[in-house]
């Protein structure tokens, strides 16, 4: 017996299961299989896309619409749409992206004739759009960020939209509505709409349903899209691919307007929630371009073909916080969250009950499985089962990221004042670039000139820097550690949108048990059209093996090493508020220019301890005396925590001595999962042995083997694990999740060795205390319960890489 939720009464009632989760998936391939039997088109061959805004169109908006006229039914065609705002908002990676865009789909077969391109003002020759030269030159780094570095920096340079063959079109509505109202209207059933956006989007703070794109120069909002999409033929299939900020909202599209309304023939694809912003939305320079939803949707287009598998792999390469997902997605959860308000439940409860029967099924969710473990590996992260055990690590990103920006802010404003300090001494000992770089024309230099400039500044700067090879090394020092924790800072934001996208996943898998096993066809066959919808291919579908050509990026660092990494950029504190000496002081108590004058003590921090008192002034080290303005920060953050330093200070104008014992930066690390380091005492195997199995020995070494009876890797691992076991006389635990019916049924069947110690880990605490990412995954103890090794995933060619273990089938 089961929960069957009834809409119109509100009550949670019992009922029969209806389908099975295989029946279900069978039910849903069938409807992805048919949505790619569509007629194609053949691209002809394309020219080059313009890199830089200089090519000249050739093509016409009249010869466009009449190509339009001589497409063959069933062919697919796109908008491109980027708005841009204004010119000095709207960057050159959007133009990148449109040019990204147009080449997929030509190399995926959509005919050239069949794509148009709205973006800033068209064809209107006048600029529209951003760039800016990459920093370039060795040694760029010790320019200042302010004042002559600022200056010295290239410039931002303002050109026109160009993208080779398209005339391109003005990004607003009243030349979306021509197009609807003259090409669209030719469109016929079974016709595909591609609609692209790449740009800047506006939340509706009031209203998260009706949230816009950006024109140029005005905006479209959901409502409005709506109207112009209700202009084409209902036979004609819409798929939006939207990488704007707070893209989410325009996942309405593929509701009903109104409950007296049909449903749209729309799906989509989508960066990003509707209350979230997408990070492929900067002004970009070299080290950004490449970014984001929008590039991630793209590379991999015509290689893949279908936008269901694009998608997929979205979820595994962004390496931005965006949480890429699909109106189908956003169909389930909604239909999810009205069944959660009905029965008067939390979501997450919900969810999470489905997701116990799912995995009932393993099997049948081998592919969302797998997807998670991807994506758990590819960010460094564990893979969930349930949303409970995502709400530790999503509490506690937040903080964790907001602790790395504050040291990596720290860290900049120490290098910083050591870069302009640095710079200072070069001006005194190079007075011929004091003259040159206080040349009120500097601003007016052209790009040419500038570049000129720096590189004769970098020539003689480099090699001053070098010659004074302490104040070098702290420089160095200081640009590692603010470059480390800003990128680990960044890291966090990210893993906090993977933890919403593995959310939406899971929230998904609940979805689909829900629709297939308890819902009516009213909220059955809406979800079966968008995943039909959704299932939209290119005209050229490559081959099956086209995805394995794909290279993968490198994946995050896992979250354990990311701890140790947060614990050696914590900077040292003090406690202190202090202000440099004015010229008077200095010279009256005779002390170098980097003494200081405490202005405020902060209460229960080592300053308190130490004793030290507002309007104390302090000196430095002794025999050490500070010599540069804040190198007092400098000097405390790099100290080593706990361990005493002592400092000279003047109190009242007398000499005296204080010890300070520098503490941790006052904020509390959280705790991340992951698994163990070696030569750490192992966590408790908190897990039920399985009826079958015979019980663990005390005090002997053991490899713990995490695995599930689905997992097909974990089969190919047993033969050396069985054989590694019998070398190095070690007892090889095999720890599964699941339940014991699965177990028994599997072990009926598979006639192979297997460990003798089978446990079940029905909470997943041992998963979770030992940081499991994915199975397999393996374990080494010694006696002693002291781990010796870890390592997850394994590869036949590779086997286990034990220190000095060999093994050849």
């Not at 099975?20 to 020219?47: D, L």
């Not at 997902?325 to 969810?351: C, K, M, N, P």
């Not at 949108?497 to 929230?507: P, Q, S």
Request: net charge negative.
């Amino acid at each position: 017996m089961v929960l069957r939720v009834f809409f119109g009464c509100g009550a949670l009632l019992a009922s029969l299961l209806v389908t099975s989760p295989s029946q279900a998936r069978s039910v849903a391939a069938e409807h992805r299989a048919s949505a790619t039997t569509v007629p194609s088109s053949t691209a002809s061959p394309t020219p080059s896309l313009a890199n830089a805004a200089t090519a000249t169109p050739s093509a016409t908006p009249a010869a466009v619409t009449a190509e339009v006229r001589r497409l063959p039914p069933g062919s697919l065609y796109a908008i491109l749409l980027n708005g841009g705002g204004r010119r000095e908002s709207n960057f050159q990676s959007h133009l990148r992206h449109l040019q990204g865009m147009v080449e997929g789909l030509r190399d995926g077969g959509v005919a050239p004739e069949a794509i148009t391109i709205f973006s800033g003002d068209g064809a209107d020759p006048a600029a529209d759009l951003a760039t800016r030269e990459a920093e370039t030159g060795p040694g760029s780094w010790l320019l200042p960020r302010s004042g002559i570095g600022r200056l010295l920096r290239p410039p931002i340079a303002y050109v026109d939209s160009v993208v080779d063959g398209f005339v391109l079109r003005p990004a607003t509505k009243a030349a979306l509505r021509d197009w609807f109202a003259a090409e669209g209207s030719r469109l016929r059933m079974g016709d595909r709409l591609l609609l692209y956006v790449t740009d800047h989007g506006e939340k509706t703070e009031q209203d998260l349903t009706n949230n816009s794109i950006t024109l140029w120069g005005e905006k479209l909002s959901v409502v409005e899209l709506r109207e112009l999409l209700a202009l084409l033929d209902p036979g004609v299939q819409v798929v939006v691919v939207m990488s704007q900020c707070f893209s989410g909202s325009f996942a309405n599209l593929a509701l009903p307007a109104s409950e007296d309304k049909a449903a749209p023939n729309v799906c989509g694809y989508f960066a990003t929630y509707a209350d979230r912003r997408a990070y492929g939305c900067y002004p970009e320079n070299i080290a950004k371009d490449g970014v984001g939803h929008a590039h991630e949707f793209i590379a991999p287009l015509a290689r893949l073909g279908r936008l269901s598998e694009v998608h997929r792999r979205v979820l595994v390469t962004d390496r931005t916080p965006d949480v890429p997902h699909t109106s189908a997605d956003f169909y389930l959860r909604q239909l999810l969250q009205r069944v959660a308000d009905d029965a008067g439940r939390e979501l997450g409860s919900i969810v999470d009950q489905l997701l116990a029967e799912a995995w009932k099924h393993r099997a049948t969710w081998e592919s969302e499985i797998r997807l998670l473990d991807r994506i758990g590996h590819s960010f460094g992260s564990f893979s969930p089962r349930s949303l409970a055990e995502l709400d530790q690590l999503a509490g506690q990103l937040p903080e964790f990221s907001e602790r790395l920006a504050t040291y990596a802010e720290r860290w900049q404003q120490t290098f910083d004042a050591l870069a302009l300090e640095n710079f200072r001494r070069f001006l005194d000992e190079y007075p011929r670039w004091r003259k040159r770089l206080s040349d009120k024309g500097l601003e007016q230099l052209d790009p040419a000139a500038r570049r000129e400039l720096t590189a004769e500044l970098l020539a003689d700067l480099v090699p001053f820097s070098g010659h004074d090879v302490v104040r070098h090394r702290r420089l160095v020092t200081l640009k590692m550690k603010t470059e480390r924790a800003a990128a680990a800072s960044y890291r966090a934001e990210v893993r906090l949108g993977v933890v919403l996208r593995m959310r939406t996943i899971l929230t998904s898998i609940a979805g689909q048990i829900y629709v297939y096993q308890r819902a009516d066809d009213e909220d059955r066959k809406p979800f079966e059209r968008l995943v039909a919808c959704e299932h939209v291919s290119l005209p050229n579908v490559p081959s099956a093996d086209a995805a394995a050509t794909l290279a993968s990026p490198e994946p995050f660092p896992p979250l354990a090493d990311e701890e140790r990494l947060v614990e050696s950029l914590m900077p040292a504190y003090m406690g202190i508020y202090f202000r440099p000496l004015s010229e008077g002081l200095r010279k009256r108590y005779r002390t170098a220019r980097g003494a200081v004058s405490i202005n405020n003590v902060n209460p229960d921090s080592p300053a308190t301890e130490a004793g030290l008192k507002v309007s104390d002034i302090v000196l430095g080290p002794p025999g050490a005396p500070f010599t540069e303005p804040e190198q007092i920060r400098e000097w405390t953050m790099g100290r080593e925590i706990g361990v005493p330093a002592t400092l000279d200070i003047l109190r009242e104008g007398e000499p005296m001595r204080v010890t300070l014992r520098p503490g941790p930066y006052p904020l509390a690390l959280p705790k991340l999962p992951g698994p163990p380091k070696v030569g750490s005492t192992a966590p408790p195997l908190k897990v039920e042995m399985y009826p079958e199995a015979r019980a663990l020995a005390e005090h002997r070494p053991r490899l713990l083997f995490f695995w599930a009876t689905w997992c097909t890797i974990c089969k190919q691992a047993l033969p050396e694990l069985m054989a590694f076991a019998q070398a190095r006389d070690v007892d090889v635990v095999a720890i599964t999740d699941e339940d014991p019916e699965i177990l028994e049924k599997f072990f009926r069947e598979f006639a192979d060795p297997f460990p003798a110690l089978v446990a079940t880990d029905p909470q997943r605490l041992t998963f979770q205390a030992y940081g499991v990412s994915g199975t397999p995954s393996f374990v080494l103890l010694d006696a002693d319960g002291v781990v010796q090794y870890t390592q997850t995933g394994y590869r036949p060619q590779e086997g286990l890489r034990v220190e000095g273990w060999k093994w050849s089938p």
